[in-house]
Structure formats: structure tokens, C-alpha cells
């Protein structure tokens, strides 16, 4: 009888089999990689065949942490330094100005339209402006 650890280890090892499928399958299915990751997500989820409860956090943080993982490593493997030098630039100064300026029109929406303090204002606007280009 299996234990709930190589269940885990079964289920993850599936889940990485379909997102090593997912990107070799991607250009020939004309869909990109990342759709066919939300569908895969969207099949072991509560509603999918897979009935993975999303209501226990540590599991969700675990799986989300392997993905990332999966999803980071085969973007990198999958990119040449030629396609990657011509936009490094520009990626760069978007990676950076986006969320600053992202927080500040937040910051300044919050604070005439819903007449919060400019603290208020801004720690929304970090919150809601997306990180992840400066991760990148």
C-alpha cells in the first residue's frame, strides 16, 4: 500500500511529466506553454478529475513552489542568449519602472477616489503592482 508521501511524490512526478509535455507540445499545438499549465492546473484542481483540495494551504504553497520551480527552469533552459541580449535592456527598465509606477497611480487613485492616506495609498499600490518582472 502506498503512504501519502509517495502519493505526493507520484502526483508531482505526473505533474512535472505534463509540464515537460506541455512545452515540448506547445509550438506544434500553436498554444502557448502557459495555457497549457493553467489547464493542467485546472484538471487536478477541486472541479477536475485530479480533486486536489485547494483549501489546505501548505499544500497549495508546496505545489505552487514546485511549479514556479518547473515553470522558471524551462524558461530558462528554452531561451538563447541571442533572443534574450537584444531585449535585456529594455526588459530591464520595464522590470523596474513598471511596479514603481504601477504603485504610484494606485497610490494616487486610492487616495482622491477613496480619500485613504498616501501610506494607505502607496502600501496598496506596492501590494496590487505586480512583482514579477523585478524577480525576472
Same mark, same amino acid.
Given at each position: 500500500?502506498?503512504? &501519502?508521501?509517495?502519493v505526493? !511524490?507520484?502526483?508531482l512526478? =505526473? #505533474?512535472?511529466?505534463?509540464?515537460i509535455?506541455?512545452?515540448k507540445? @506547445?509550438?506544434?499545438?500553436g498554444?502557448?506553454?502557459l ?5 493542467t492546473g485546472?484538471?487536478v484542481?477541486?472541479?477536475g478529475?485530479?480533486h486536489i483540495?485547494?483549501?489546505d &494551504?501548505?499544500?497549495?504553497? !508546496?505545489?505552487?513552489?514546485i =511549479? #514556479?520551480?518547473g ?7 528554452? @531561451? ?11 526588459g ?8 514603481v ?6 497610490a494616487?487613485?486610492a ?12 502600501l496598496?499600490g506596492?501590494?496590487?503592482?505586480s512583482?514579477?518582472?523585478?524577480a525576472?
Amino acid at each position: 500500500m502506498l503512504s &501519502p508521501t509517495d502519493v505526493l !511524490f507520484l502526483l508531482l512526478g =505526473a #505533474l512535472l511529466l505534463l509540464g515537460i509535455l506541455a512545452t515540448k507540445l @506547445s509550438p506544434h499545438l500553436g498554444v502557448p506553454a502557459l495555457v497549457l499549465f493553467m489547464a493542467t492546473g485546472m484538471l487536478v484542481g477541486p472541479e477536475g478529475p485530479g480533486h486536489i483540495s485547494l483549501h489546505d &494551504p501548505p499544500l497549495a504553497q !508546496f505545489m505552487g513552489t514546485i =511549479a #514556479l520551480i518547473g515553470i522558471l527552469f524551462s524558461s530558462g533552459m528554452a @531561451s538563447r542568449w541571442d533572443s534574450v541580449d537584444r531585449v535585456l535592456r529594455p526588459g530591464i527598465w520595464l522590470g523596474i519602472l513598471g511596479p514603481v509606477v504601477a504603485t504610484a497611480v494606485v497610490a494616487v487613485v486610492a487616495h482622491f477616489m477613496a480619500g485613504v492616506t498616501w501610506a494607505s495609498g502607496a502600501l496598496l499600490g506596492a501590494v496590487v503592482a505586480s512583482t514579477d518582472p523585478v524577480a525576472l
